[in-house]
C-alpha cells in the first residue's frame, strides 16, 4: 500500500487515503541560445559539473544543455501545478494524525 512521510525529519509517516498519482517532469522548453526551441535535457554536464534541469549559473536567467554537443537556450521555466499537496494519510507511525499532509518528495532511509 502506498505511504508517505509527514514531517520534514522524515519520522512521522502514513498510508495514503487517496490514489498516489505517478509524477511526471515537465519537459521544459527553451528560447534564445542555441537550441532552437528544443527540451531541456534533464541532466548535462558543463565545464566539469553535473546540473539537473535548469540552473543561473553564469547567466541572469535560467538555461540549460539541449543536447550533448553543446547547444543550449534560456528555460521556459512554467511548470504544471504541484497534485501532490491534496494527499493525505490515514493510519501509519504512532505519532501520525490521520489526514496529515503527505510530504513530497522525500528520501526513505
Known amino acids: ?11 512521522k509517516w502514513g ?13 521544459v522548453k527553451t ?13 548535462w554536464e558543463f565545464k566539469g559539473k553535473e546540473y539537473k534541469g535548469c540552473t543561473t549559473e553564469g547567466e541572469g536567467s535560467p538555461w540549460c544543455m539541449t543536447n550533448r554537443l553543446g547547444a543550449w537556450g534560456y528555460c521556459n521555466c512554467q511548470v504544471a501545478a504541484d497534485d501532490t499537496a491534496q494527499i493525505r494519510t490515514h493510519g501509519g507511525s504512532w505519532d501520525n494524525k490521520d489526514g496529515e499532509t503527505c510530504k513530497f518528495p522525500f528520501t526513505f532511509r
Open 1 to 11: 500500500q502506498p505511504w508517505c512521510f509527514t514531517d520534514a525529519s522524515a519520522t
Open 15 to 27: 498510508y495514503c487515503a487517496s490514489k498516489v498519482p505517478i509524477p511526471v517532469k515537465p519537459e
Open 31 to 43: 528560447h534564445a541560445g542555441t537550441a532552437s526551441g528544443a527540451t531541456c535535457l534533464p541532466d
